[in-house]
């Protein structure tokens, strides 16, 4: 029988989390799934370990590639779904056990929408509760209408706030294969932030929605975030540049505080004190905001105090 979605899961080394994610993923309710997990040139023991989950839970389908990256692991594994409904999830990461069904239901309802998405809660390796998504970025203006907790809502201005909001977690979201294939799919070109770069095409082609749920954990392993930032950084660059045309005037302001911001984060992170309050001034002056404003505020004690 043909699933009604295919979860993508790109798995290198993760051995330690695949059977938390897996669980999240068989305990959905009343939805037929397909588990295609590309395995990138594991060697933790990740391949045995799936090949046996294999034997109980037939639903998964195994794809060995030789350290080709997420981006193509993910599209190889766009191409080899059976579904028009795609959902991603990292091995890392683990959904709520309703997560799949409303989100199915309302795409399948409305064809015009082509991604939608979730609140989500950053947590600790040791499985503490950070802050939720949409709390940290209060500036995308979600509703906060309580009867919309787990129903879905069209994200209006998707395209400009995508940028200056980073709100998509990749675990939360759900596209349709053929929509996403027309974007043409994550771009392996890019050193990092693919996924932000795939959110803004499908922007462009057609209607983006979200729901407050918070239904899905994400884990911050702290091994991963610093290294990763500045590849992150160069890609976002290239992408607003890619974008920049279609954005007004503030929303041309808001994004280049939000680049600002960013590199805030990354030279805080590395200790240079100088050049993080650079970056946090300007982040305020182009758009000032409660969370700007605090990291100006800390940067700025965090230089005097060191004097």
């Known amino acids: ?23 999240s993923i068989v305990m959905q309710k009343n939805i037929l799934v397909e588990i295609i997990i590309i395995d990138d040139g594991s060697t933790d023991g990740s391949v045995d370990w799936i090949e046996h989950e294999q034997k109980t839970v037939p639903q998964i389908v195994l794809i060995k590639q030789s350290r080709q990256g997420v981006v193509n692991a993910r599209n190889l594994a766009i191409e080899k779904a059976q579904s028009e409904y795609i959902a991603f999830l990292d091995a890392d990461d683990y959904w709520c056990e309703d997560k799949l069904f409303s989100q199915f239901n309302y795409m399948k309802k409305n064809i015009d929408c082509v991604l ?35 129903d879905y809502k069209t994200f209006d201005d998707a395209l400009s706030k995508l ?6 977690g990749t675990s939360t979201v759900m596209v349709r294969r053929s929509a996403i294939i027309e ?21 462009n082609i057609g209607n983006v929605a979200y729901s407050q749920q918070c239904a899905m954990h994400y884990l911050m392993r702290s091994n991963s975030i610093t290294a990763n930032r500045l590849n992150r950084l160069t890609a976002m660059v290239e992408i607003v540049n890619r974008n920049i045309k279609n954005l007004s005037f503030l929303e041309n302001a808001k994004v280049k505080a939000r680049i600002n911001e960013c590199y805030g984060e990354f030279y805080r992170e590395v200790g240079k004190r100088g050049k993080a309050l650079m970056c946090s001034q300007k982040a305020f002056y182009l758009f000032p905001h409660k969370r700007n404003f605090k990291h100006l505020l800390y940067d700025l004690k965090s230089l005097v105090g060191n004097k």
């Open 1 to 23: 029988m043909k699933p009604d979605v295919s979860v993508i899961i790109p798995n290198y080394n993760c051995i330690d989390y695949l059977a938390k994610c897996i669980d």
């Open 116 to 150: 939608s998405f979730t609140d989500y809660m950053h947590i600790t390796e040791d499985g503490k509760e950070i802050i939720k998504c949409f709390e940290y970025w209060p500036e995308a203006n979600f509703s906060k209408s309580k009867s919309l907790i787990n």
């Open 163 to 168: 940028m200056y909001a980073n709100v998509v």
């Open 183 to 203: 974007a043409g799919c994550f771009d392996n070109k890019l050193t990092s932030a693919s996924d932000l770069d795939c959110w803004l095409k499908l922007a």
